[in-house]
């Protein structure tokens, strides 16, 4: 597995899909100027609507989604490996998919991933989130190999979940992904820790283009995209939640070094947890 140069690229996207295509391409081609071979974008690249009836009028299905259609030609064009991080997509029945497209770098369609964690959420101030009244859950988790790298695919909320990423790395994943559309309550609080905590833990690149700033349909997101090297130190980010590029070389064969380091991996064990109430209780049984 040779090194290769990653890019993501922090967006703000709003309301217009076009609008939105039109900044993906432009910070796309910025990125393979400086050399990158694999560009991600964060989560919800096509359209930030919080609204769902004006989400349902705006989504297309695979077939008619402008990112789609633009990630795919871009990658082509340019030679290089686009990482869609997230678009909806319009599934039959009314419900709409959070959906990752990973191309290579012919356009060919690698592998997609629908988010299978949904942010059903109460926060402080009065912020709530409800992503299940809209989308479908995905089902399955991804790893990808793209130019003999092995990657494993996830978004945003899937973070907060290790056993995805512990799955993947099992998997045989070098590299992990979590383009995501944090809030800045949230991301403000956990996302740094979160990023580092998923790398290291499976002695796994991870790359994570974001969100970043105040959104047409109202909301804030975190920005801070990043890439985090197998021993959980953060090689590349972008300082803030400005639309923008970060770009850092990759190495595949850190993520070995690290597991031969710290093979936890290897070393992990089943378990049942036994809960005690009281003494003198029945004991309740749990698994691992």
């Not at 959420?121 to 809209?134: F, K, M, P, Y």
């Not at 400005?242 to 990759?250: K, T």
């Not at 093979?263 to 049984?285: C, H, I, K, T, Y």
């Amino acid at each position: 597995m040779s090194v290769f140069k990653a890019a993501t690229v922090q967006m703000r996207s709003g309301l217009d899909p076009a609008r939105n295509a039109a900044d993906f391409e432009a910070l796309v081609r910025e990125a393979a100027g400086r050399g990158a071979s694999y560009v991600q974008s964060p989560e919800m690249t096509g359209a930030l609507v919080r609204d769902r009836e004006t989400l349902r009028r705006i989504v297309k299905d695979e077939a008619g989604d402008l990112l789609v259609a633009a990630a795919r030609r871009l990658a082509a064009e340019l030679q290089i490996a686009i990482h869609l991080g997230s678009t909806a997509i319009a599934l039959p029945g009314g419900k709409v998919a959070n959906r990752a497209f990973l191309f290579d770098q012919t356009g060919g369609l690698v592998a997609t991933y629908d988010k299978i964690h949904m942010f059903d959420v109460d926060l402080d101030n009065g912020e709530s989130w409800r992503e299940s009244a809209t989308y479908q859950p995905g089902e399955r988790g991804v790893v990808a190999t793209l130019a003999g790298v092995p990657f494993g695919l996830a978004i945003c909320y899937d973070l907060r979940f290790p056993q995805l990423f512990r799955a993947q790395a099992l998997a045989g994943a070098a590299v992990l992904s979590a383009p995501a559309a944090f809030t800045r309550q949230t991301g403000q609080a956990h996302w740094h820790v979160l990023t580092r905590a998923r790398a290291i833990e499976n002695g796994a690149w991870l790359i994570a283009a974001a969100q970043g700033g105040l959104h047409e349909d109202g909301r804030e997101t975190f920005g801070h995209s990043v890439i985090v090297d197998p021993w959980g130190v953060v090689v590349a980010e972008i300082a803030g939640d400005e639309p923008g590029i970060a770009l850092a070389e990759i190495d595949p064969r850190a993520s070995a070094a690290a597991r031969a380091k710290i093979p936890n991996l290897q070393n992990a064990r089943e378990f049942g947890v036994d809960v005690v109430a009281e003494a003198g209780a029945p004991v309740r049984r749990a698994a691992s």
